[in-house]
């Protein structure tokens, strides 16, 4: 089944007196904070991005969002529509860095010691061309 490229639920943001501003996720039971409204969305969405590719990747279901107009709200609230564009979190979560151990004999390791090699950079374009992504290593730095 394919994946959505958006999500899009309701969050209710609670505005408090000398607090940071509360954003909760009624539908995903979750919640986060920023400390302005710029900063509460994009920590929402961040939030929402993390939330529903953790459910795509453990395949549980995924909630059925409410209706924007159907959140009660208290006087301190406003209600919002927050979207997240997957394929950009998924992709990230493919290029997430993963460590290993590697040996070499030690006269190799001297010498590369001694002249500053970044074993993870070498060893990253060794593989890149093996498997023919050459393509990628202009990429990195």
Do not use: H
Not at 29 to 48: M, N, Y
Not at 91 to 107: F, Y
């Amino acid at each position: 089944m394919k994946k959505p490229e958006r999500y899009f639920y309701p969050a209710v943001f609670t505005y408090e007196k000398g607090q940071e501003i509360a954003v909760d996720f009624p539908d995903l039971e979750v919640a986060t904070s920023g400390v302005d409204d710029k900063d509460a969305l994009l920590s929402a969405r961040e939030l929402l991005g993390c939330v529903m590719f953790g459910l795509e990747e453990d395949e549980e279901k995924i909630p059925e969002p409410s209706a924007l107009e159907s959140i009660k709200l208290e006087k301190n609230q406003k209600s919002m529509l927050i979207d997240v564009y997957m394929p950009s979190i998924r992709m990230a979560q493919v290029n997430k860095s993963v460590s290993r151990t590697v040996t070499l004999p030690a006269w190799l390791n001297a010498e590369a010691q001694e002249n500053n090699v970044n074993f993870s950079q070498v060893l990253q374009q060794a593989l890149m061309k093996m498997f023919g992504n050459d393509s990628k290593i202009a990429g990195q730095a």
